[in-house]
Every structure is written in structure tokens, then in C-alpha cells.
């Protein structure tokens, strides 16, 4: 069975897809990879390389109308599930579901062996879609900017997975947090990550800060993972830190 990692973070532009997908990319190298995009603005399915606004089944179909899930190859060893702007009515549907928690999971469970890790990138928010992306997750990695707002709102986001914890998922784990878009000649950063270590390394890793780098964008818009944009970026050894220690943890 697949080990379930969910992205999540309420904020937007932390991160979050652009990390999904290299980290999908490098947990790739050596294992069985589906990436799963639960937001409605399909960042991740563009930067994938597809284009959402053509797909005709996505993930809303899975979650929402029960089909098997619509899986597509993108080639390197990786899977997406992908979405697109239809998933934006699903939190309004989903209310009245039955089982609502567990639409996700139910999806997830029946492709999970034909994977070794799933990797979820939710949407900026703590609502339902975010809420039955961490019900799915054995673990959940947190991308945080380094900067005091966003650190500000990790309290919001630890409150939301401990309601999870309590009950529809008590299995769920913090796997760690990542800081991201660093800068290291701005003084604001660096005591914003000093804040971020020193307050959440006693819940879960911390991993080294990421850079602020244009490569990021550079590859994704040519829907390429970073290291196979620019060998030589620094971020790629965090990248690996980040995809060993999932192993690690999973074994
Ligand atoms: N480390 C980074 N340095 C510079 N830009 C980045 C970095 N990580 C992501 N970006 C860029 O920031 C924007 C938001 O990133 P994204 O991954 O979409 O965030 P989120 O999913 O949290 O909304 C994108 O344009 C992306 O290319
Ligand atoms: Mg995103």
C-alpha cells in the first residue's frame, strides 16, 4: 500500500505545487509516484504539462460522481490525478454527502498498490477539500514561507490537523515542515526562519530552507522538474534530503 503524503498549508504561493512536483520527481527516481491535485486552480496539473481546461474527467469525478479514478501518465515514472475548475463546486457538494470525510481516502484506496508514495497538493485553504485530503494522508509535509505572516498562520494550520488527528484520521502524522522561498541577504527571512525552527522542531523536522529562485518558475514553465532544468541548483540536495527522510520514514 501507497504511503500518503498531503501538502498543505491555507496560504497560497508558499509552494506548495511547485514542491509536490519536484518532490514527485525526485521520490521517482526510485519509486512508484502518483500525484494527486485537489485544487480547483490546477496549478499543478498545468505545470504537469496539462492543460486543465481540456480535460473532460478529473478528480471531482472520482470524489464526486464515483468513477475509478482518472489517472494520466505524464512518463519519468510519475502519475497525476489530475483537476481542474470543476473541483470548485465540490466543497458546496460535498456537504451533503454521505461519508463525505472519506470520499477521498475511498478514491485513494483502491490504486493505492500500484503506488509506493502519493503525494497530495491541496488547496490554499482549511476548508473540506484540504480537510478530506488530510482524512486520506498517512502523513502531511508542511511548506512554510519564511517569512512572520506565514509563520503566523501554522498555528491555524497545527489546529487543523490536530481536529483531524482527533478523529477521522488518528493515524495522521506531521512529517516536517519546509521552509520555502528564502532569501538569505534579507534579515527578515533569516529571523523568520530562525522563528520556524526554533518553534516547530519540537513537533516534527525542519528541514533547511529553500531559496527564492527563478529556476522554479523557469522549469515549471517548461514543465520540467528542477534537476532536469539546472543540475547545478542548490535547492536540488534539499530536494533529496527531503525525499530520503519520506523513505526513511515509510520503511
Ligand atoms: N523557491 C522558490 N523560489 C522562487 N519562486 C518559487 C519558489 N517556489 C515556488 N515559486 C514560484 O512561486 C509561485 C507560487 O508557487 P506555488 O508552488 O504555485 O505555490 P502554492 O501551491 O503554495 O500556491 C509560482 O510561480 C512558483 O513558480
Ligand atoms: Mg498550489
Known sequence: MAKVIALFNQSGGVGKSTLTM????HLAKEKRVLLIDIDPQASLTLFMGLEPSEIS???YDAIINDIPAPIKNIGQGIDLLPSNINLSGAELE???TDMRDYRLRDVIEKISDSYDFILIDCPPSLGLLS???LVAADYVLVPVQTQYKSFMGTELLLQTVGRVQKRPNRQL???GFVPTMYSSQNS????AVEAIEFQLKGIARVFPPIKRATAFADS????????LYDKSQPALKILDEIAQYLQELVA
Open 131 to 133: 480537510y478530506i485530503s
Open 220 to 227: 515549471v514553465e517548461k514543465h520540467l522538474p528542477l534537476f
Open 94 to 96: 460535498l456537504v451533503n
Open 22 to 25: 519536484n518532490l514527485g520527481y
Open 57 to 59: 474527467e478529473t478528480i
Open 188 to 191: 527578515q527571512d533569516v529571523r
Open 173 to 175: 502524522k506531521i512529517a
